[in-house]
């Protein structure tokens, strides 16, 4: 059965059972063949709804669902990125909150301690959103991945139940305000016997959420990847965020080092102070308690001040020693903060091989993750950077071993200097063109219809520039810029030789090229005109493509092209002209044949030397009726007249006229019969010929 959608044309058909898919009864009671729920049929009255869309049918659904591979969904996702990335590098801050005075007592930093609740609320925020929005996200149907992109399930209770079952749980966790209840609750409520009591479950559920909020970076960075293929478009942005994230491994190494110097600090204190257990009592350590009489007078009558220090060999710190010896417990904040980053940096980098540690268990295992996750991340870190500089440089370093390869074989072949220099230059000049990137392999990768608009955005100002398609249609614009090719030529280039085949049609768009012919060699005769932007040349296979009487063979040219500066244009090759010729005929009309003609090298100098040959011919039978003038009065032999300078001259600049751009249309002024038969008139297509 066939159910066709309101809102498309497409229609789902499904003959196997799939979750998605619900019995639909029949007319008279039983039951009918299954279909999709995407449309569900009801009465034409009632509203429809829709559970299941096709994927490019979901921009015309009206619906509050995002798409997962959509735009609003992309964004969302990099947001949040930057939320959980700000989180992971916040949450360690909490661990600076002990501070030691005078290396004596502990106290929780107040200031601290209001400024990173506040923010840690405050991306809890982005949390709490990020669930509603899990709750709001369409998800492709397992069973329509076979072909194309999936069919998006738009049903809020799949879309909850899918959800619950597998991320919800980690998410709920993830945006628990865990720090802030245990700083600003548990802890001011609690004295400092029980706070050193219950401090190592307090520590592990710190530890365990951030290990959370660590965990979900992962699948979204994945998501976002599977989207748009890469997190940082740019490879400088790429190694930014690859270096990010090993500061960030630093930042929490050196905030975890500054907590367990001050627990080991506190141990020793204990352990201090159990050498007189009849007066010693552990909420001293709080400097609260310090205030009171009884703190002070055990404070004179210790001496935990001058047995836990770093040079006194009673108590054994080991990697701690540093927070005792310059006092980094009582340092303010922002000192604290960049001793501890560099501690974090320093050992991650060097893999904790500086590292002395004492018999403390502990320590050692504190330092063996030190050790693996430098060695982990030192490796991942060096490996990316690689890549994406390479990426940033990877066209630069191709060119410079194709020069340096180049260069080589030249040598090895003892090319001479001149032929050299014009390898370098070319080469130069098509690096700065094209910086490296191959045009026509990034064009093949596209669809047709992409690929057209996209030629036609790059060529048609440029081909409407040329005369001789400015009179055509859309249709034929479009054919020909989707077979243009770019063509690049630097000074001294041979673009073709008089005499040899014709292989493309070339129109200019930036640079001077020099056109001459001799006709084919005849002694005396030399054309030469400037080829310019808008201009073309090669036009002897436009004469070839017009003719449906022409053969396989290619037509040979009448003139030699030579590049004066660097030149761009593009080329139509004589199999894509040949095409275009036969696909519209709208090529064969006879404005277009004029319009080639008028601005056609080779007919300018036909036409030129066809005006010096009628000038001749006038001009002699001018002299001839001269003469038989003079001898019907004088009866005697006339003397010839010679001609003036101005009327020998005066073909010569019509005929420069004519040609247009025409230098010189001969280097010497011949008779009537050497300027007819020097250039031949270019042959004409017989359009009158049936094909075969």
Not at 400 to 422: S, V
Not at 599 to 605: A, E, G, K, P, V
Request: glycine share 6%.
């Amino acid at each position: 059965m066939r159910v066709c959608n309101s809102i498309s044309t497409r229609c789902g058909v499904e003959d196997h059972p799939d979750p998605d898919i619900s019995p639909s009864p029949s007319r008279n009671g039983s039951p009918g063949p299954k279909i999709l729920n995407s449309p569900v049929i009801r009465q034409p009255s009632r509203r429809r709804e829709l559970f299941r869309v096709f994927s490019e049918d979901y921009q015309v659904v009206k619906t509050k669902f995002l798409d997962p591979r959509g735009y609003l969904a992309n964004q969302w996702n990099k947001i949040f990125l930057v939320a959980c990335l700000t989180s992971l590098f916040l949450d360690p801050l909490f661990l600076y909150l002990p501070v030691t005075e005078g290396g004596i007592c502990i106290q929780m930093s107040r200031p601290l301690d209001k400024v990173l609740t506040s923010l840690r609320s405050l991306l809890d925020v982005f949390y709490i959103f990020n669930i509603y929005v899990r709750f709001r996200t369409a998800y492709i149907a397992p069973s329509s991945r076979v072909l194309g992109r999936g069919d998006l399930i738009i049903d809020p209770r799949k879309i909850a139940l899918r959800y619950l079952r597998r991320g919800f749980c980690f998410d709920f966790l993830a945006a628990l305000p865990v720090p802030q209840v245990l700083v600003r609750i548990v802890i001011q409520s609690l004295s400092a016997m029980e706070v050193v009591r219950i401090e190592t479950a307090l520590r592990a559920l710190i530890i365990v959420q951030y290990l959370l909020r660590l965990y979900l970076t992962f699948p979204l960075s994945s998501q976002i990847i599977k989207s748009t293929g890469v997190v940082m478009k740019r490879a400088w942005a790429g190694a930014a965020y690859n270096l990010m994230l090993y500061v960030l491994a630093s930042h929490v190494i050196g905030s975890c080092w500054y907590l367990l110097a001050v627990d080991r600090q506190e141990v020793c204190w204990r352990r201090a102070c159990l050498l007189d257990p009849s007066n010693c009592n552990f909420a001293y350590f709080d400097c609260q308690s310090l205030r009171h009489t009884n703190g002070i007078s055990w404070l004179r009558s210790s001496n935990i001040s001058t047995l836990c220090n770093a040079r006194n060999d009673y108590f054994e710190f080991g990697i701690y020693g540093d927070l005792i010896t310059f006092k980094v417990g009582s340092s303010s904040f922002v000192d604290k903060y960049f001793y501890c980053l560099w501690w974090g940096l320093k050992n991650l980098s060097c893999l904790g091989q500086n590292l002395i540690t004492s018999t403390y268990v502990e320590e050692n295992v504190f330092a063996i993750i030190i050790g693996t996750i430098g060695l982990v991340l030192f490796a991942s870190l060096i490996s990316n950077l690689q890549t994406y500089l390479q990426s940033t440089t990877v066209r630069v370093e191709e060119w410079r071993i194709k020069m340096t390869d180049t260069e080589q074989w030249m040598h090895h072949r003892q090319l001479p200097r001149d032929l050299r220099q014009r390898v370098r230059l070319y080469g130069q000049y098509r690096w700065v063109t094209t910086r490296g990137v191959d045009e026509e392999a990034i064009l093949k990768a596209l669809p047709v219809d992409l690929r057209r608009d996209i030629k036609r955005h790059l060529c048609l100002d440029l081909v409407r520039r040329v005369p001789l398609f400015d009179q055509m249609d859309d249709r034929m614009l479009d054919a020909i810029c989707e077979r243009l090719r770019p063509e690049l030529c630097t000074p001294n280039t041979c673009v073709v030789r008089e005499g040899d085949p014709v292989k493309a049609m070339l129109f200019i768009i930036r640079g001077r090229l020099d056109s001459w012919t001799t006709n084919g060699g005849q002694i005396g005769f030399f054309n030469c005109c400037w080829i310019g932007p808008t201009d073309f040349c090669g036009e002897e296979l436009l004469t070839w493509a017009l003719d449906p009487a022409t053969g396989m063979a290619l037509p040979s040219s009448t003139r030699t092209v030579k590049a004066v500066t660097d030149v761009e244009a593009f080329a139509l090759s004589a199999e894509d002209l040949k095409f275009v010729a036969s696909q519209f005929r709208r090529l064969h009309s006879k404005q277009v044949r004029h319009t080639f003609r008028f601005h056609s090298h080779q007919w300018r100098t036909w036409a030129a030397c066809f005006i010096q040959a009628a000038w001749f011919r006038y001009k002699r039978k001018k002299e001839v009726a001269e003469l038989k003038a003079l001898e019907s009065q004088s009866g005697s032999s006339p003397q010839p007249v010679a001609p003036t300078l101005h009327s020998t001259n005066l073909p010569i600049l019509y005929g420069t006229r004519m040609g247009g751009s025409t230098r010189s249309v001969s280097r010497r002024s011949g008779t009537e019969y050497e300027i007819r038969g020097a250039l031949l008139k270019p042959a004409d297509p017989d359009f009158t010929v049936d094909h075969k």
